[in-house]
């Protein structure tokens, strides 16, 4: 009888449902919470944030990344995930526009929130949104610059993308001369993308004026005993193996002796045998041996002997760098010297940075890879530097393969709104509200830039508008003193493709956030209970 | 009692105490059921159709899941009633099946639960009910085979096929390229379909993911994509005309199955154990070149000595290849899997006229993609997206388009979508209903008035007045005996659907109605739940 009034359980116990508004609600709540929280850091006069880290609270981090940010903090929301997604995807597809990517698409679900409350259906709004920026993008791709044929240009081009990226970070002060190490660091790689092969080495102490690009390679090791400091025009073997004791790999082997004669026999053999290992590899005719791995006393005081330098315990990523650089192969077995390639290099030697010794590897062959070194007060302000040319050199990477520039401060983002506008003023029924809401989000960027600089952002916006209805396509925000200008004369330039994608990825994230109507929360994982 | 005493006095429980029993009997059983099912398809029901809305779910560690997707959803949810847990089994069932229409599935049968449960409250006894279901099912499936329609196609005009992949990706996050998406569906399942025996084996089309970039970067790739880079950083990235040695046994030193041990006892055993170790790489390596390879894919690990010896030779190698993608990449390559070194020969290699690895974004996440394969038959659709969500949503779209253009190739009959097929069936059956005499006749009724359901959803959800927009439709399918007229959910000015494209495939559409009738006809049988008290942990 009482089966009627009883509520009948469907999910698991626990397990969560929200619905059509309230389900959009917490989504909108939770991505325009994120938006609100990284906004603050957009822009050159954009503020830092403070993490601190759960478990180790000393462990603080001072950035100004939005990937860094989003990616360490603890979320809950699975719209705010979402965003994090986006941000941390453009970080790994682009390097640079993670903290845009994320405004944008939360000033998106804010208009879209507005709408919703005018009783527009998401799914009209969804329709306006793709007209929208399809359109944005033509405007974006139209007013798209490429100067690769013209080398002196590309580079003034180069210099600016990277001082604008730079422009919003730490390096603030010093861009000028960071935005050169950056420039050079990239074009000496030749159109190839691959960051790995330059390599940042942070050294506290001094300012960071004292940073520089270092044109050879610079290894954190230190020069085997008892071995030359200097050595020039030095022919390198560079390996990867075991040169501590030479296992024998057959599976099952196992040494059984009978009497102490037997053992000392084999040790003897152990000794003679990793002996004619480096006499092999002396026999390469070389006077550098750098291995991956560690190298004993034994063989070291071989080496020694016989006038070869010894580098042990170069990592992996440095032997790989080092093969590149000195053109030489990773070696492993040693029966072949005629078929190895060595490498060489003008001049290697011990020298100080700072308070460390390294080793310089200089005059390097193959100059695809080199060296920045990064100088600073504290460790917190040289890893906010690394991010900061990380992000730098991201985007050169990106502009070297894919040359066209947009610009800056603002005035993509109005250029775009304008189309956007003009598209809205043409469409007839209710996707025209959406397509404006576009527009409007469009320009909270500049809006967002200006009033994290301290400036009346409704004034300099609306005379931003005005400027580019008036045909002023050049036009956008000066935030060195607070008015509108010319940008290219200003030269805050972008990388086409960053903002592309910036514009493009947004879009997809707040269209995905706009469709969901039902939000099915599962039971959080049961924590194993101690049993006693 | 159920408690006892041993001889020190220490109480046992004979029989577990019986409160935490739960028992439902007779209509009540059936009414709570029917509340259950009902539930869970109003919340598909606004999944259903091109404006149909995607539904958010976060998982027990908190991952996040955007889907459109019916058996994706319901899968899931984490559904505890045993009525909700038979209706993902439904949209399973449905998936595996035909693969589309995962979600009007569970709404169908949602639908014919409530309609049994007015027909329970006349004091129609269940059974009744089940049989009169059964004949109005018959009815339905026979005549949707008579309005079906027959669409031709061959390799060079796929254009219907398109038009059908475009209707089952038109309810997706990727309906925005739903043109381009479509187009690749198709032409990955022409591609490695058998057109004389009408067979696809969909195993040949690997579908990876990678996010970043844009959805309309999605490409289709004739040849094999593995996530997994060339092993050595000097060996060339770039092979032409590669001749492929798959190889299922590692560059290491041999161990042997059985346990064993060598004993070394004498400085001589050791020094010539080392020798026959190193003879025993170059044997290997030696027997791979002989073949005239000039690429090595691996399923297991090298030896750094191994790995050496390789770049030494010029033979380009790549390491930990999946046991899937191996077999894949044979397929697609002509080459056979060799197990052991004494096996490799000329004419088990395999063949591509180009074989590169390709870097992404700034993290250089590295693939290998195998192209210009001699075999065609095993292609790869590549999937990008802005986000991790994106990606997973598109594959799962993409692959239910695959599943019906598969479909269309077994069985090119095709029956109009949009709700029309429903209704056109709805009024056959309750014409039929008339003529029967028994008390049947009112289930078969509700047979016909819980097939309105699927256009009254569409209609909703396409932000149409559903009851009145069903109710032109059925007068004018009437009037014009035009059985394809369907609800116009993207506000095209027509109903009618043929001039729309949007079709359904038959077999999906009559499985459909044959599963969830089955599932129907189990709820109802069901008259008495006896459920197992949960453990208590004391």
Redesign the interface.
Known sequence: MT??L?P??????N?S?E?GEI?RLS?FVGAIAITDLVKTTLGPKGMDKILISASNPNDIIITNDGATILTKIYI?N??A??LV??SR?Q?????DGTTSVCVLAGELLREGEKLIAQKV????IISGW?LAVETARNALTKSAVDHSSDKDKFRQDLLNIAKTTLSSKILHTEKEHFANIVVDAVLRLRGG????NIHIIKKSGGSLRESYLDEGFILEKKIGVGCPKRLENPKILIA??AMDT?K???????????SMT?LS??E???KE?MLSKCKKIVDHGINCFINRQLIYNLPEQYFADHGVMSIEHADFDGI?RL??VTNA?????F??PE??KIGTCKLIEEVMIGEDKVIKFSGVPEAAACTIVLRGATSHILEEAERSIHDAL?VL??TVNETRTVLGAGCSEMLMAKAVDELAAQTPGKKAMAIEAFARALRQIPTIIANNAGYDSSELVSQLKAAHNQGNTKAGLNMRDGCIGNIDEIGVIESFKVKQ?VL??AH??A???M???????????PRQ?MRH | MSLAFDEYGRPFIIIREQQAKERVKGIEALKSHILAAKTIANIMKSSLGPKGMDKMIVSQDGDVTVTNDGATILDNMQVDNQIGKLLVQLSKSQDDEVGDGTTGVVVLAGSLLEQAESLIEKGIHPCRISEGYEVACKIATEHLKSISDRIEFSKENCEPLIKTAMTCLGSKIVNRYHRQMAEISVRAVLSVADLDRKDVNLENIKMEGKEGGKLEDTQLIKGVIIDKGISHPQMPKTIKDAKICLLTCPFEPPKPKTKNSIEITNAEDFKRLGEIEQQYFIDMVEKVKATGANLILCQWGFDDEANHLLLQNGLPAVRWVGGLDLEKIAMATGGRIVARFEDVSADKLGHAGLVREIGFGTTQDRYLSIEECPNTSAVTIFVRGGNKMIVEEAKRSIHDALCVTRNLIRDNRIIYGGGSAEISAGIKISSKADEIATVEQYAVRAFADALDAIPLALAENSGLAPIETLAAIKAQQLKDNNPRLGVDCNARNTNDMKEQHVFDTLPGKTQQLLLANQVVKMVLKIDDVIKQGAESDE
Not at chain 1, 8 to 13: A, F, R, V, Y
Not at chain 1, 91 to 95: I, N, R, T, Y
Not at chain 1, 329 to 333: F, L, R
């Open positions: 089966s009627q009883q009948i359980q469907i999910l698991h116990h397990a449902e619905r389900a989504s809950d699975p719209a995930k979402i997604d986006i995807t970080d790994d597809e682009v390097g259906h998401p799914q009209t793709r993308s691959n960051l790995d990867n193996t030479d024998i790999k057959i599976f099952g082997g196992k040494v059984v002796v009978d037997e026999k084999l003897d053999a152990e045998k790989e093969a590149l192969e990773i070696v492993s077995t029966d072949h078929l190895v991201c990477s990106v994608q493009v990825s997809e994230a269209e995905m956030i469709r969901v109507d039902d939000l099915l929360r599962a039971a959080p994982r209970q």
